[in-house]
């Protein structure tokens, strides 16, 4: 079974960005960690380069497998509309899948 990553990276405009990085360390990240298989998550700040996005949540799964229940599952619909619900308005987001290729 290869490691699967899954990257969300988001903008939050500089009036909520001390709420939206509290929020996403002490609430957000320890529930998407509460998904059975959800093996690691950590967060980054952009520091070099263009790019529209400024914050990145890396997630790893134990499996492809995992990873795509996960997508399905009630748990994420969930953590999307507290997502939403706190920082809808402020912030862009956009997700993506990754599974280990080598080695």
Known sequence: MAVTLFMVRATI?????????????NEHVPQVLQYNGAVSGRRYRRILGE???????LYEFAS??????????????ELKADYDKHFGSVSDRAGTGWVQVFP
């Open 13 to 25: 405009t500089k009036d909520k960005e001390a709420a939206f990085n509290t929020w996403y360390n």
């Open 51 to 57: 790019d529209k996005y400024e914050y990145m949540a």
């Open 64 to 77: 492809e497998e995992v990873f795509r229940k996960f997508q399905e599952s009630g748990h994420l619909k």
